[in-house]
DNA sequence: GTACCGCTAAACATAG
DNA sequence: TCTATGTTTAGCGGTA
């Protein structure tokens, strides 16, 4: 459960408050172990380490620790901060761009270009506009950071250039342009910041100038791993983030994350090939059309990921196993959205089981129990941590097209399911039938800038490109997917609205410019206090937020950008319905009053079942933005 | 003893 | 033609 990441936990920022005492108040219900004191001394004592280049940099300036002293005079909520040696920045959202300042406002850029930057750099060109981007990845639980930048950014000693996702843990150390930060959530003890870890970002930190591959094999040995192939094939898929990976690929991953297959002879490659072609856990995608390369990618059947990712989890070593970046492809397409009401099984594509191999009835998984017995040699595996995906993380971008989808030469399985068609039975997180197909792309209260397709940064590709855009006759139907999608059963009151907002707009609203908003901003007396009164970061402007929402139904009903609005549209609904102190303006309700914030009761149950989905609303919730 | 599972090796076909 | 990729067959050892 990593919903405390979400809590107020003020206390664990001590080192960087002036008002420890009041902060120190606060955590009576709370005694910190000694060895939390221990290892925040630790913590203090490295970031005070750390390094500020001597070019200008404006986050040192902008959120040196003594304007945050001035500026927060009591407790701070923040999910993470970025802890520098003299300066401190809060992380209040679930989506952060680092980078250079923006640009004059007279030069016209790409649109990607005048994204917000939140934490800003300063001017020096060695950052990139937008340099990195740092979010929650809701499914594996974990902040990872996307490279953008041409320069790339350290994490841990590891230089990681653009296209690669570094997931973030408490105590990583990142540099950027040489100005280092501490990666810090709240609750440092239950985060891992033990005194053995500091000590070992200090060491890393240290051997920043050494050779990836020396600190990899810090971290690593060269014992067999206690994984199946079809576990590490599975790993190395779900780390990608479109869930789908070439065998090449896949070979780079397992040699990266298990120098074990570094040494030994390329039998093993074979044994890859082998498992791939008869487990039937995995499926191949084609390419896309004039995507350059050889081979079909390999992708998880969904009914498997679930058990691979357990069987993961269930890892003999110390520590975490790489993150999973994969999320559950696009789908508008919603089966059930009671969770009560499972939707009769999938059925799976059989493959043909050759005579001479054992039929593996039910999962292929459940036999994976890890290999110990066969590795005897003793000893612990060191941990993959903070895993170096670099260089494996897929560059491609390919949404499956269900029309595409491999069909193999084997008759028996041709018959693939498509991505309409991945279960939805319970037991599973709300969000797995939400229409996002990367965390870009999830609803999060983010900024509509948001709302833009994600482009690989590898290939610059727009991974909806490959979306079939529907024509203005399926707009009802659309609506109704809209209507279906599952995010109903955790923003139930939202979908009434929303049609009916939606009928307005087709009705009478298709040609006239958006109202103009009721909300006096903050002047409104329906805004009671803000609720996180140290924040003083800017917020932005309500009224924008409905008349982007105004102009983002219009494009839907008028059949322009659909895809894009209709998920833009989710978006704002969620953002603006998990804003209850903020009141709806009247031409978006029935009433004119404001909708009802609570969950609907399936929601709320479902919720409760699954904590990813319960730590998701909570993060939602609590988003800063929820000042307005 | 048997079935199942995971692994290894190899032959072969095919695509780029 | 070469190489990478993908499919299939065969067999071995470990485990339940």
């Known amino acids: 459960m990593a919903s405390h990441k979400l809590e107020n936990d003020s206390g664990s920022y001590s080192e960087i408050e002036e008002n420890k005492e009041e902060l120190g108040s606060k955590k009576q219900t709370k005694t910190e172990p000694e060895a939390d004191v221990k290892s925040n001394g630790r913590l203090e004592s490295r970031i005070s380490k750390l390094t500020v280049p001597g070019h200008e940099m404006r986050i040192v300036e902008d959120y040196s620790n003594k304007k945050n002293a001035e500026r927060h005079s009591g407790e701070i909520q ?146 067999k791993p206690p994984y199946s192939y079809s576990v590490m094939i599975a790993q190395a898929i779900l780390s990608s983030p479109d869930c789908m990976m070439t065998l090449s690929n896949i070979y780079n991953w397992i040699s990266t994350h298990y120098p074990y297959y570094r040494t030994t002879k390329s039998g093993w490659q074979n044994s890859i090939r082998h498992n791939l072609s008869l487990n039937k856990a995995f499926r191949k995608v084609p390419r896309k059309s004039g ?50 009401h499972t939707s009769p099984p999938i059925p799976t594509p059989v493959r043909h089981q050759s005579p001479s191999t054992p039929k593996r009835e039910g999962s292929p998984m459940t036999e994976e129990a890890p290999s110990e017995s066969k590795d005897k040699e003793g000893g612990s595996y060191k941990t993959p941590t903070r895993a170096v995906l670099s260089d494996i993380i897929a560059s491609q971008d390919y949404s499956p097209d269900p029309s595409t989808i491999s069909q193999s030469k084997n008759p028996a399985s041709a018959s693939p399911a498509t991505n309409a068609a991945y279960s939805t039975s319970s037991p599973a997180p709300f969000w797995k039938y939400v229409a996002v197909p990367n965390p870009h792309d999830w609803p999060h209260v983010g900024s509509y800038d948001t709302i833009s397709p994600y482009r690989n940064p590898l290939n610059n590709h727009m991974v909806y490109s490959q979306l079939p855009q529907p024509s203005p006759k399926k707009i009802d139907e659309q609506m109704h997917d809209l209507q279906g999608v599952d995010l109903a059963n955790g923003f139930e009151g939202i979908s009434s609205w929303r049609e009916s907002m939606v009928q307005k707009l087709r009705t009478a609203n298709s040609g006239t410019s958006a109202p103009a908003s009721p909300l006096g901003a903050s002047t409104s007396p329906a805004n009671p206090p803000r609720a996180w009164g140290s924040v003083s970061e800017p917020i932005p402007n309500r009224s924008t937020e409905v008349e982007n929402k105004q102009q983002l139904e219009t494009s839907v009903v008028a059949g322009s950008d659909n895809d894009h609005a209709v998920r833009a549209i989710l978006d704002a609904s969620v953002s603006m319905e ?32 699954h904590p990813s989905a319960q730590h998701y609303i909570q993060a939602s919730n609590t988003d800063v933005r929820s000042n307005i």
């Open 291 to 340: 995507e350059q390369g050889k081979g079909m990618k390999w992708s998880i059947e969904p009914e498997f990921r679930e058990e691979f990712i357990a069987k993961t989890k269930k890892t003999p070593y110390k520590k975490t196993p790489p993150p999973f970046l994969c999320t559950p492809p696009f789908t508008l397409k919603r089966e059930n959205s009671d969770p009560e």
């Open 578 to 609: 998990k804003q209850p102190n903020v009141q709806q303006p009247a031409e978006f309700t029935q009433t004119g009053q404001a909708p009802q914030p609570a969950l609907g009761a399936t929601a709320q149950a479902h919720i409760e079942e």
């Open 78 to 223: 923040a999910y993470a901060k970025f802890a520098g040696s003299t300066w401190t920045y809060y992380v209040k959202k679930i989506r952060l761009i680092l980078g250079r300042e923006p640009a004059n406002q007279s030069v016209k850029g790409k649109e990607e270009d005048n994204e917000e930057v939140d934490m800003n750099f300063g001017p020096s060109k060695v950052v990139s506009r937008k340099h990195a981007v740092v979010e929650y990845n809701m499914q594996g639980q974990t902040w990872n950071c996307t490279i953008y930048g041409r320069n790339g950014v350290k994490v841990d000693g590891k230089l990681y250039k653009p296209g690669e996702v570094v997931n973030l843990s408490s105590g990583s150390i990142l540099d950027v342009a040489g100005l280092q930060m501490m990666f810090v959530l709240p609750n440092a003890s239950e985060q891992t910041i033990t005194e053995e870890k500091v000590g070992e970002e200090m060491e890393e930190a240290e051997k920043s100038e050494e050779s990836s591959a020396t600190i990899e094999n810090s971290v690593y040995d060269n014992r």
